[in-house]
């Protein structure tokens, strides 16, 4: 146990000797992105955070039902609702072409610990952001988050993160968004009966005036009849990012056939930027390791495929 703590903990201690000296931690001072004068809302910049394989192929994460770096992710408040210690490299992919801007694409880690502590979880991870002319913006994340499950019934979270997301720049004006500075999340999940979780859900609590890092709030309910089994779907507003407040919904379903290979598919509706989305996903897991991948595209006028490919080691 005193090994994993001391891992856990120089990871921390070492990310932030990386980024300490980078830059240091300050509000978003840039005006909302908004829809003014982009013309079509499907342009507007989306989100970037920190994704899992199982996020991305169950519409809009399933978040109640999230475990570990999944947890981390998206529901912060579930990091110790399972005795788990993950270790996670992972890549995401949007493929794209000179003629459409060039690939985004993002790499990093994740570890989540919820077996050191009785009660406790925590989390960590950091990814760099590299993106082509279609997204103008590159930079880091990171992000770090402690889960309590206080009782049996009841677990809350927060999550901290930090980035560094630069937009490009063109005759001294910016041309592309950007995401500079600290914000929090927080999140509570319940458990009335051991197959139902419902979660209340906040994102961005601190205003970062970024439309990679917009202020949202919403709900989750996940329901798991049989282990192998499991469905859930997701309600959040996002307050900033538009003229007015806009829906983001989806739901998905998840069933892991032979205890092995996890199946997933879910849909997406982003109401501000008028899109649709269907979700898919597939994996392999034996023992102490698993390699999952997910897929999001984009169905209608934007043509976008989101790619993410995972390897995970369980330490115990």
Request: charged residues 15%.
């Amino acid at each position: 146990m005193g090994a994993k703590r001391a891992f856990l903990g120089a990871t921390i201690v070492g990310l932030l000797t990386v980024l300490c000296p980078l830059h240091s931690a300050s509000g978003q001072a840039e005006a909302p992105s908004g829809v003014s004068g982009l013309g079509d809302p499907a342009l507007v910049p989306t989100e970037d955070t920190l994704e899992t394989t199982y996020g991305l192929a169950m519409g809009t994460g399933a978040r109640a039902g999230a475990v570990g770096t999944s947890a981390l992710a998206y529901n912060t408040s579930n990091m110790a609702a399972l005795r788990t210690y993950h270790v996670e490299a992972f890549s995401q992919i949007i493929p794209g072409s000179k003629s459409n801007g060039g690939t985004y694409w993002t790499i990093g880690s994740s570890i989540t610990d919820s077996t050191t502590a009785k009660k406790l979880a925590m989390g960590t991870s950091f990814r760099g952001v590299f993106s082509g002319e279609g997204r103008r913006y590159s930079g880091w994340d990171w992000r770090s988050g402690i889960g309590v499950q206080a009782i049996p019934q009841l677990g809350l979270g927060i999550g901290f993160r930090w980035g560094r997301l630069s937009s490009e720049w063109q005759n001294s004006e910016r041309i592309g968004p950007s995401f500079d500075g600290v914000t929090l999340d927080a999140s509570m999940t319940v458990t009335p009966i051991p197959w139902l979780k419902v979660a209340g859900l906040g994102y961005n609590l601190i205003k970062t005036y970024s439309a990679l890092a917009p202020q949202m709030a919403g709900g989750s309910v996940a329901l798991a009849p049989i282990e192998a089994f499991s469905i859930g779907g997701d309600i959040l507003v996002d307050f900033t990012t538009f003229q007015k407040n806009e829906l983001i919904a989806g739901a998905g379903i998840s069933y892991v056939a032979g205890e092995m290979v996890p199946l997933r598919f879910g849909y997406r509706r982003d109401n501000g930027r008028n899109l649709n989305q269907i979700t898919a996903g597939l994996g392999f897991a034996k023992g102490k390791i698993a390699f999952e991948g997910a897929l999001r595209q984009d169905i209608g006028a934007r043509k976008e495929t989101y790619l993410l490919f995972m390897f995970r080691f369980v330490v115990e």
